[in-house]
């Protein structure tokens, strides 16, 4: 029933910047917790940033400054803004919706930071 679709990935050149968006469909709360989480290759997922219903946000550490994550609760959608992108940003990027009890998961979006 629940759908989530990463959209936005793609090759970047260092020190620039790309906008990732999750549309999430079928039957979801509109303001359960979304989140986005990376992967790179032989390394463990790890947490990017979330945001709440009401708009809160937290970050990695290595992310803040650099990202930003919003979301559209009219449209089920949540973005990530993520600007100087770095070499070490290359990675399979996930979004992720707290729907408790369970979470939902996308198939992930590949960004690739190189020159």
């Known amino acids: 029933q629940v759908q989530v679709v990463e959209s936005g990935g793609g090759l970047v050149q260092p020190g620039g910047s790309l906008r990732l968006s999750c549309a999430a469909s079928g039957s979801i709360f509109i303001l359960y917790t979304m989140g986005w989480y990376r992967q790179a290759p032989g390394k463990q997922r790890e947490l990017v940033a979330r945001i709440t219903g009401g708009g809160r946000t937290n970050y990695a550490d290595s992310m803040k400054g650099r990202f930003t994550i919003s979301r559209d609760n009219a449209k089920n959608t949540v973005y990530l803004q993520m600007n100087s992108l770095k070499p070490e940003d290359t990675a399979v990027y996930y979004c992720?919706?707290?729907?408790?009890?369970?979470?939902?998961w996308g198939k992930g979006t590949l960004v690739t930071v190189s020159s």
């Open positions: 992720n919706i707290e729907a408790r009890p369970m979470d939902y």
